[in-house]
């Protein structure tokens, strides 16, 4: 198998990477800067990489890298919790997402041969966020959009890719929740916890949809390799909890207490609308189609999932 992967260098692309290596499967990742890129990829991996120079922009340079591809992996964004969302940070956050999307479309029309499967990331933002997610009311795969800029972005990032569904190519749209792993959302957690200040952001009630990043990759070829796997798939633990339960298991695996919340308007006056978004309220999303098609996770439950990312 031969797999082109945009954004292959990030958190969740570095562990694809090898996940496909150890599968014998030929990957290319694209990167503006190659030799930067190689350095990425965990050791004992990245010479067995093929990089492949690609400005996130130009269709026809990315059409020379995707040819004989079987399957192309779109992981490109900018990070949304980089900085504050000024202005022109939000629309930096859009036009990456969907400028390569887009990109990524023209290539591939450019081509005689085309892929047999494209996976497109998004993320369960497009289903909004409320303060304290109902329990009777998870959303799923048949979920609408919600309101606000997570939203917005997700669905135009989605939409930016939809000329494959008359290409003949299969598109599956990965919502991806709060991966857990060595980087990411679990990093910023980590400090304040080991110094036994830790504790919950805001009200504690938000519900955090999340995954072992074991699970997502593992996710990720499980879609690859089922052809009946279509559409849009919310990549998420089946066990979401809330911003209490998340931070009183992370201090129980790592033996310390979670007792110091940090009040809503300290995080609203440091954040501004970032905060509101990402930190102060949650989702409540299952992964309905994904158990559906037999896929079985490693790490269904947070106490489990800490415990062998933290025992590493």
């Known amino acids: 198998m031969h797999a082109v992967l945009l954004g292959g260098s990030g958190f969740i692309g570095r562990a694809l990477t090898s996940r496909l290596l150890e599968n014998d499967v030929h990957v290319v990742v694209t990167s503006r800067n190659p030799e930067r890129g190689r350095y990425l990829i965990p050791e004992g991996h990245s010479f067995h990489v093929e990089f492949a120079p690609w400005d996130g922009k130009n269709p026809e340079q990315l059409a020379t890298h995707l040819k004989s591809a079987d399957v192309v992996i779109n992981l490109i964004g900018s990070n949304i ?19 390569a999307g887009a990109s990524m479309c023209r290539a591939i029309d450019f081509l005689d041969e085309k892929p047999k499967v494209v996976i497109q990331s998004s993320a369960i933002g497009f289903y909004g966020s409320q303060p304290a997610s109902p329990e009777d009311s998870p959303a799923t795969e048949k979920s609408p959009a919600g309101q606000g800029f997570l939203a917005s972005v997700c669905k135009d990032w989605e939409a ?23 980087g990411g959302v679990l990093q ?19 519900v955090m949809s999340w995954i072992h990043i074991q699970d997502q990759v593992d996710a990720i070829i499980h879609i690859i390799n089922t052809p009946t796997c279509e559409g849009v798939f919310n990549l998420t633990s089946p066990s979401p909890v809330t911003m209490d339960t998340f931070c009183k298991t992370l201090g129980a695996v790592l033996g310390k207490p979670s007792w110091l919340r940090v009040p809503a308007p300290v995080l609203r006056l440091a954040l501004g609308e970032m905060a509101e978004e990402l930190i102060l309220q949650g989702q409540r999303v299952l992964p309905e189609k994904l158990l559906k098609s037999g896929f079985r996770f490693s790490y269904p439950s947070l106490n489990g999932a800490l415990s062998n990312i933290l025992s590493r």
Request: hydrophobic fraction near 30%.
């Open 81 to 99: 919790a980089a900085g504050r969302w000024t202005d022109e940070r939000k629309a930096e956050i859009r036009n990456s997402r969907v400028s």
């Open 160 to 182: 930016s890719t939809s000329c494959m569904d008359i290409s003949g190519t299969r598109r599956v749209i990965i919502r991806t929740g709060l991966v857990l792993g060595h």
């Open 188 to 206: 910023k957690f980590l400090p304040p916890f080991r110094y036994g200040v830790g504790g919950p952001l805001g009200s504690g009630k938000q």
